[in-house]
Structure formats: C-alpha cells, structure tokens
T-cell receptor, first 116, second 112 residues
C-alpha cells in the first residue's frame, strides 16, 4: 500500500521559534498533499491543500504567513509553523493523494507539536 | 457546502458482538465517495472501507460492511464479531473532489 511518513513525530519548541514538519510519500508520487490539524478528541480540520509546483490553497481562517507550506517535489511537502506560540500546540497530520485513485488519501502518522 | 454528521459521540460493544455506527451527509453532488477511517490511540488514520456513490452494492471488507442509502444520504458502518483491536475513534468522510470532509467522530469502546 501507499506509505506516507512524517518527521518529526513529536517536537517541543520555545515560543517564538519556527518549526518545520516534513511529509513524504515513500512509494508513490503525490500531486496533491493535505495538511490537517487535530485537537484532542476532535475531528481533523483541513488547514491547506498543497499542489506540487504551485502555491498552497489555505482554508478560511488559516493564516498563510504563519503556516508556510512548500510542495517542492512530488514526494515532499513541508509545513513550517513560524513564530510558534502555545496556542499552536496541536497534532498535525499530512496526507497524500495518489492521482486518479478513487479520491483516497493516505495519511502520515502525525506530528505532535508542543510550544512552551 | 458539504457536511458530515456522526450523531453518536461514543458507542460501546461487547467483544464478538455487532455494532453499527451512524453517519449522514449533505451534498448536492451526484458523484462522490464515502469513507470510514479508524484512528486508534496511535492516532494513525487507517482506511476501513470506501464506497463509490454510483455503486448500489454496499461495500464489505471482511468484518466491516456499510449500509449506503443514497437517497437518504446515510452511510452507516457495521462491525461484526467485534474485537478488542477495533477500539478506536471512527470517522466518516465524504469526498467529491480532492478534499475530504470529516464527521465529528465516534469513539468505539470494545468490552471484553
């Protein structure tokens, strides 16, 4: 099956610093990747859609200058949380879509971000 | 806008018994896909089952089956012979284009 990895799995940082999270499709090329945020005991909230070679499309209410997304290749998308604050602490999940495969998204294992 | 509603925040089932999780959705589109995802304590999202809206036959995957009622916009998941490993949060999801719209989730507990 299609495998998606995320790195790091958990990160703790100080307030005001920036954190980069990587999402890789390991055995397929993903034209589209997605970034979600999930709070405890809640559903996944789509933050942005990332297309290779073009600017990401952000959902309403998501600050694009705070959550920088880069999709430089067909196997890698990165999410950078800039000037992180404690309220940015959350679980971030990426997914990748294999072109033409019944709209299925393959999910990474997630990254737990804690901002002190 | 598409919405997905899971009206059961929590459900419990005895091991080896059957449980049904409910999901309704609202859309004006005719071509779409529906999914059930499982999120165990590890928080890895795992696809349980998918259904193409144009297919009348209900999808089945081993102990998991769905009851897809397109006119009623209902997509319930039945888990037969429940196992301890089935304990997880279950999310119903709708997809018309690339993006997924998730329901709020149902936390399933399996009692030994």
């Amino acid at each position: 099956g299609a495998v998606v990895s995320q790195h790091p799995s958990r990160v703790i940082c100080k307030s005001g610093t920036s954190v980069k999270i990587e999402c890789r499709s390991l055995d397929f090329q993903a034209t589209t990747m997605f970034w979600y945020r999930q709070f405890p005991k809640q559903s996944l909230m789509l933050m942005a859609t990332s297309n290779e070679g073009s600017k990401a499309t952000y959902e309403q209410g998501v600050e694009k200058d705070k959550f920088l997304i880069n999709h430089a290749s067909l196997t890698l998308s990165t999410l950078t949380v800039t000037s992180a604050h404690p309220e940015d602490s959350s679980f971030y999940i990426c997914s990748a879509k294999l072109a033409g495969v019944r709209n299925e998204q393959f999910f990474g294992p997630g990254t737990r971000l804690t901002v002190l | 806008a598409q919405t997905v509603t899971q009206s059961q925040p929590e459900m419990s089932v005895q091991e080896a018994e059957t449980v049904t999780l409910s999901c309704t959705y609202d859309t004006s589109e005719s071509d779409y896909y529906l999914f059930w995802y499982k999120q165990p304590p590890s928080r890895q999202m795992i696809l349980v089952i998918r259904q193409e809206a144009y297919k009348q036959q209900n999808a089945t995957e081993n102990r998991f089956s769905v009851n897809f009622q397109k006119a009623a916009k209902s997509f319930s998941l039945k888990i037969s012979d429940s196992q301890l490993g089935d304990a997880a949060m279950y999310f119903c999801a709708w997809a018309g284009g690339s993006r997924l719209t998730f329901g709020e989730g149902t936390q399933l507990t399996v009692n030994p």
